[in-house]
Each structure stands twice: as structure tokens, then as C-alpha cells.
């Protein structure tokens, strides 16, 4: 059965940094392409961003560029998304997408919640 | 950038009855459009890729049609467990995904 449990959400203060995890089963992840999207609180899905199977190829949407940094450990069967500087606007529940050929999210984890609150 | 633009934002219907879904986008995203359905508090669940392709354990009561730039999503026989938010996304531009704004399906 294919999994995907994402960790690492909480509360952090504007300027703050945190680190989300992906851990994926059931599936070859190192064959997979990977997203990140989020969801603000009462709002539609936006998409964060995009990493290759084999990490070489990396984009992010403009509204995180230069803050968040996504990679992939396929050793450990984990995806990551490293944001700084975050924002309040920021806040969302974060969930990692399996995306065979990157067309579309073909499974996705149940979501981490990020709040950024002083 | 391509926008999705989702009509209705809200869909009051009574079970039993056929629910049609329109996904319009700015410029043609060719059959590269995909349905998802969204409950409170739950993750989105894939239910149409390449814009008329049911996912793996999807119903057969769910169908999507269209290409270019106007898309449709149908249920034909809304179920009790029908009543939520449907998203379409696009991924013309490889690797950007973009997302229509939603359509809520609500019981009448």
C-alpha cells in the first residue's frame, strides 16, 4: 500500500525556520517524481514545489523562491522541504504528492500543518 | 501563467441527482487536466488525469471530457459521500502545477 506521512508542521514566529518531512512506503520513491502543495486555511490547493527522481532537477513557485529548499534522501525513502524565513502568509497544511511523470498527484500524504504566528 | 477558473463555486444538489462541473483555462493545456476531490480535513484524492482517465478505484459513476481549454467533470448519480470540494489542475507548463480555485458540491 502506498504511503506518504508528512511531519515536522507547527507554530513558528515570522522569520522563523522549519523543516517538513515526507516518509514514503509501498512504492519504489527513488522511482517517482515528487511536489510539495499547500493549503491556507479555507482556501484552494497551491502548488510549492517540484523535485526530479534523482534530485537533479529542482523548481519552486515564485512565492517561496529564495526561502524554501526542497530535496530527497531516495536511501531513506524521504522527501524534505526546508523553509526559512517564513512568513505569515506562509501558513497552510503542507502535504507531499507523488507524481508519476510529474503529471499529476497520483497519492498524497495527509498533511502537516505550518502557522506563522507571534 | 495559465489560470484555471472553475464554474459553479457552489453546486446545491440532492442526492441522485447528475452533478456537471466546468473547468475553463486561460489558454489551451491540451488533455494534461486532472479532477481531484477534497473532504473536510482529508488530503485531495486523484479521480481523473489527462482529462478523461478515471483513476485507479474511482467509481464509474465519475467522468471527466474536454481538451484545449474547457474541461467538465460529471457525476452522474451524486452519493451521500459525493458531497464535497472538486479542484482541477493542469500541468501545461511542466513543472508547474496550477489549480482551479474549487467547486463546491453541497447537499441541497
Known amino acids: 500500500e502506498v504511503q506518504l506521512v508528512e511531519s515536522g508542521g507547527g507554530l513558528v514566529q515570522p522569520g522563523g525556520s522549519l523543516r517538513l518531512s515526507c516518509a514514503a512506503s509501498?512504492?519504489?520513491?527513488?522511482?517517482?517524481?515528487m511536489n510539495w502543495v499547500r493549503q491556507a486555511p479555507g482556501k484552494g490547493l497551491e502548488w510549492v514545489s517540484y523535485?526530479?527522481?534523482?534530485?537533479?532537477?529542482?523548481y519552486y513557485a515564485d512565492s517561496v523562491k529564495g526561502r524554501f529548499t526542497i530535496s530527497r534522501d531516495n536511501a531513506k525513502n524521504s522527501l524534505y522541504l526546508q523553509m526559512n524565513s517564513l512568513r505569515a502568509e506562509d501558513t497552510a497544511v503542507y502535504y507531499c504528492?507523488?507524481?508519476?511523470?510529474?503529471?499529476?498527484?497520483?497519492?498524497w500524504g495527509q498533511g502537516t500543518l505550518v502557522t506563522v504566528s507571534s | 501563467e495559465i489560470v484555471l477558473t472553475q464554474s459553479p463555486a457552489t453546486l446545491s444538489l440532492s442526492p441522485g441527482e447528475r452533478a456537471t462541473l466546468s473547468c475553463r483555462a486561460s489558454?489551451?493545456?491540451?488533455?494534461?487536466l486532472a479532477w481531484y476531490q477534497q473532504k473536510p480535513g482529508q488530503a485531495p484524492r486523484l479521480l481523473i488525469y489527462?482529462?478523461?482517465n478515471r483513476a485507479t478505484g474511482i467509481p464509474a459513476r465519475f467522468s471527466g471530457s474536454g481538451s484545449g481549454t474547457d474541461f467538465t467533470l460529471t457525476i452522474s448519480s451524486l452519493e451521500p459521500e459525493d458531497f464535497a470540494v472538486y479542484y482541477c489542475?493542469?500541468?501545461?507548463?511542466?513543472?508547474?502545477?496550477?489549480f482551479g480555485q474549487g467547486t463546491k458540491v453541497e447537499i441541497k
Open positions: 504528492a507523488r507524481a508519476p511523470n510529474n503529471d499529476y498527484g497520483d497519492y
Open positions: 509501498g512504492f519504489t520513491f527513488s522511482s517517482y517524481e
Open positions: 523535485i526530479s527522481s534523482s534530485g537533479s532537477t529542482i
Open positions: 489558454q489551451s493545456v491540451s488533455s494534461y
Open positions: 489527462d482529462a478523461s
Open positions: 489542475q493542469q500541468r501545461s507548463n511542466w513543472p508547474l502545477w496550477t
